[in-house]
């Protein structure tokens, strides 16, 4: 029996872009925050306080992925010999808990908001402070996810995501002030944050369930696995089956392994190259694929699992 070796550049680390874009998520939060503030500040809405706190949390995960990331681009070493990309789901959990705390906090906002009572001071200013902020953050949103899929970031996609979850509760938002200030009903702006609060508590637990998946090693989506599979037979000329077909993700790789039957009277060397013209087939077919290939003779085999044609 041999085993194809994994590739020595294992987790040779993300490319530069994904730090940059992940210092810039920073920068871009610090400026909508402010302006998201402004407009809170100016006119008191607890709709817009609902809007700036979700903010806080998109600088809090910008600065947490930024710093996964950097782990992540560690190459593999003695004590991580299959490298450090899983690092990446940590900032998406962490995302995901603080989304559902602001959650908590615009509820209890709207609450004080609520025995107290308030007035909606100077809204047209504060509203075009807000329409600002969102059309930056939708902006670097659309840019993230664009990269983030291009680099297989989680961390990059989830903050692409929460981003996106931010322009779509601003739109609602605006939209609903419009609305009172029209027909000068006041409960309206207390109804919108508790409605803000519920989608990006949803948002948050959704977040936190692909998190922890990943985290627990599950395997791609079944589209994945067919086209996995179907590489596999059509590159497996000189074979007679495969089996036990295995994979998990951490981070932007992919890790695959599988048993590869060939004839028992099959030199080693032979068996080696239809090995590595599977891997070279698989890692065409997918980026940060990691490929481990079990060889075993006809004799010896358990005749389970996929048939390569």
């Known amino acids: 029996m041999i085993d194809e070796d994994v590739p020595s550049n294992l987790s040779a680390g993300l490319r530069p872009p994904a730090l940059s874009l992940a210092a810039g998520s920073i920068v871009v939060g610090l400026i909508v925050l402010a302006l998201k503030a402004g407009g809170w500040w100016i006119t008191g809405s607890a709709a817009l306080y609902s809007d700036a706190l979700e903010t806080v949390v998109n600088v809090a995960t910008a600065a947490v992925a930024f710093w996964t990331l950097r782990i992540a681009a560690k190459p593999a070493d003695h004590d991580h010999p299959y490298g450090h990309d899983k690092a990446e789901f940590f900032s998406a959990v962490v995302e995901a808990v603080l989304i559902i705390l602001a959650a908590g906090s615009i509820l209890h906002h709207v609450w004080l908001n609520f025995r107290l009572g308030h007035q909606l001071d100077a809204p047209v200013r504060g509203m075009a402070l807000n329409v600002s902020a969102t059309i930056l953050n939708g902006g670097w949103a659309w840019l993230l996810l664009s990269q983030g899929r291009r680099l297989r970031s989680p961390a990059l996609l989830a903050d692409a995501r929460h981003l996106g979850t931010d322009v779509v509760t601003s739109v609602g938002i605006l939209l609903g002030l419009v609305l009172v200030l029209l027909t000068g009903t006041l409960w309206l702006d207390s109804a919108l944050a508790v409605a803000t609060a519920a989608y990006i508590l949803w948002?948050?637990?959704?977040?936190?369930?692909?998190?922890?998946s990943g985290l627990m090693d599950a395997a791609p989506d079944d589209e994945t696995l067919d086209r996995i599979r179907r590489t596999v037979s059509l590159h497996a000329d000189g074979a007679l089956e495969a089996h036990d077909l295995r994979t998990r993700q951490a981070g932007?790789?992919?890790?695959?392994?599988?048993?590869?039957?060939?004839?028992?009277?099959?030199?080693?060397?032979?068996a080696h190259d239809i090995c590595d013209r599977i891997e070279t087939a698989l890692m065409?077919?997918?980026?940060?694929?990691?490929?481990?290939i079990h060889v075993e003779p006809e004799r010896k085999a358990k005749h389970t699992g996929v048939v390569v044609l």
């Open 203 to 212: 948002t948050g637990l959704r977040m936190l369930r692909s998190s922890l």
């Open 284 to 292: 065409r077919e997918m980026e940060g694929l990691i490929v481990t």
């Open 252 to 270: 932007r790789l992919t890790f695959l392994q599988f048993h590869l039957v060939v004839p028992s009277a099959m030199r080693v060397d032979e």
